[in-house]
């Protein structure tokens, strides 16, 4: 061990639990205006034990916001037109306000058709074309939460991004995507990169704000990173592991998050969030 100075560490389950309060007081205003209860759906396909876990803790932490969760869980097999057609009869439902659909499904399944079901004012979890579409044009949506958690740490830390150099590492629909749009719209300077990327550490030698969306345990290394770097690992790989090595990353990087606490409960309180908002919009109450 060396007595280096190491990095601010930024506290995702601090954050996440205020916003999950001032949800929670949303929830209540609704009750009390409408007479309804907030509600999710959680769609869980197959047996993959991790979105297990994840849905039951957004179901966990929906519950504690005062909102109703609906489960829905259909087995291994599940066919598209299956998934499809559970998923129209949840947007139908007046009594949803909210629809998740926990990724990855199984193979065969067609992710997008899924998503695409969904109707855009309950797609809380900002999985469709149209949200997508909506957050890279900055209009109002409800924005995937995973970037949409990462933006508001950015802030709660006073990140400067206007003019900043920022590296996103990882193209994925529902994070390295909308986090770059995200970024560019607050004026940062943006690289995106992913697996085909040629000389990735020099890349993000450059990043004044480095995300870290891979899906490779520890694969960013500390001395990849311009010094002073703030350094976002949304990574969450078995074992609790992030996407950056953090021992050597927060020795180098000047704010980082940790793998727990940080990015993670960002997500879910996004995610609760949302719902309390698709639900004042669908029953007509400002909150
Ligand atoms: N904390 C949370 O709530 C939360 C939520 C969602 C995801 N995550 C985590 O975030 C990470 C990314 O998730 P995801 O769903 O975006 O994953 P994904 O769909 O697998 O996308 C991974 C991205 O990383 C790129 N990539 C893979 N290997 C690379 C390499 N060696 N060099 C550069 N880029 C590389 C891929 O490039 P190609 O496009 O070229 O294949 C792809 O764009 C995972 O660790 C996941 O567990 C966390």
């Known amino acids: ?29 609704i009750v009390e205006r409408t007479g309804q209860i907030p509600t999710l759906a959680t769609v869980l396909v197959g047996d993959n034990a991790a979105s297990a876990v994840y849905v039951r803790m957004k179901r966990r932490r929906c519950e504690q916001a005062g909102m109703r969760s609906v489960r829905v869980e259909l087995p291994h097999g599940t ?9 129209v009869r949840l947007g139908e439902d007046p009594s949803v306000h909210g629809i ?23 797609d809380v979890d ?13 209009m109002p949506a409800f924005a995937s939460c995973t970037p949409a958690g990462i933006m508001k740490l950015l802030a709660e ?24 749009s995200m970024l560019i719209n607050a004026h940062a300077t943006v690289t995106l990169c992913h697996s085909r990327t040629r000389e ?7 990043a004044d704000v480095l995300i870290a969306a891979v899906g490779q ?9 311009k010094p002073g770097a703030v350094v976002i690992d949304a990574g969450y790989n078995p074992g609790n592991v992030g996407d950056v090595d953090f021992e050597s990353a927060s020795r180098r990087a000047s704010m980082i998050t940790p793998v727990p606490g940080g990015v993670g409960p960002m997500t879910i309180a996004v ?17």
């Open 1 to 29: 061990m060396t007595d280096e100075p190491r990095a601010i560490l930024m506290n995702g389950t601090a954050l996440a639990a205020r916003m999950l309060a001032a949800a929670a007081q949303k929830v209540r205003l």
């Open 79 to 87: 066919s598209t037109a299956q998934l499809v057609a559970e998923i």
């Open 100 to 122: 998740l659909v926990q990724h990855p499904v199984p193979a065969p399944i067609d992710r997008r058709a899924a998503f695409e079901a969904i109707p855009v004012a309950k």
């Open 126 to 138: 900002g999985v469709t074309s149209t949200t997508l579409g909506r957050t890279i044009l900055g």
């Open 157 to 180: 830390y006073r990140v400067p991004l206007d003019g900043a150099d920022a590296v996103v590492v990882g193209r994925s629909p529902i994070l390295g995507r909308p986090m770059a």
């Open 200 to 206: 990735l550490p020099s890349i993000i030698a450059r």
């Open 217 to 225: 345990p520890r694969y960013i290394q500390g001395d990849w990173l």
């Open 271 to 287: 995610l609760i969030d949302h719902t309390a908002d698709a639900a004042a919009q669908q029953l007509n109450v400002e909150v």
